[in-house]
């Protein structure tokens, strides 16, 4: 599971966690809620089916440092990833953290190899998803210790891409 936080121009803001993610649907909790968003294909986007049948095209876009800006329903939200579900490293740094990917893609390039020193912001892999290419970046700072993909790879969201400790 993926915990998120949202927070909207507004300055109000919600934990989200991600607990399954298929082709047709994705369940969030969101507070005391479970929402089942249905994915619906739209020529060569992907939109959300909402609760009510409404229908909604995210238009997500990089920002500078971590997390990702998105309009969704005229609405423009930034999500930040609080945690993945796995197990966190202890203090001294040591433990196998992964970078997922956000989205269904193929990777265009990888921008690491294993050893290289990242730091948190820094572009790991360049994934296409929706024709568009996205910067994904690291969650944390360390030691690259394995990269899953490689170029021309199709992943899955939430496919790991990049192990470090």
């Not at 959300?48 to 939200?77: E, I, K, Q």
């Amino acid at each position: 599971m993926r915990r998120w936080l949202i927070e909207g121009r507004g300055g109000d803001s919600l934990e989200a966690v991600v607990r399954k993610v298929t082709p047709d649907y994705v369940e969030v909790d969101v507070g005391e809620s479970t929402v089942r968003l249905g994915i619906a294909r739209t020529g060569n986007s992907i939109a959300f089916v909402m609760p009510s049948g409404r229908v909604a095209v995210p238009v997500v876009g990089p920002r500078n440092g971590a997390g990702v800006d998105v309009l969704l329903d005229g609405r423009c939200l930034h999500l930040s990833e609080v945690g993945n579900g796995e197990a966190v490293s202890d203090s001294s740094g040591s433990g196998q953290r992964s970078i997922r990917s956000l989205m269904p893609g193929r990777v265009v390039k990888v921008l690491v190899s294993p050893g290289d020193e990242i730091v948190v912001g820094q572009g790991v892999v360049i994934l296409e998803a929706m024709k568009m290419e996205n910067e994904v970046k690291a969650t944390g700072a360390g030691k690259v210790a394995r990269v899953l993909v490689a170029e021309g790879d199709r992943v899955d969201a939430g496919a790991n891409m990049v192990e470090f400790e």
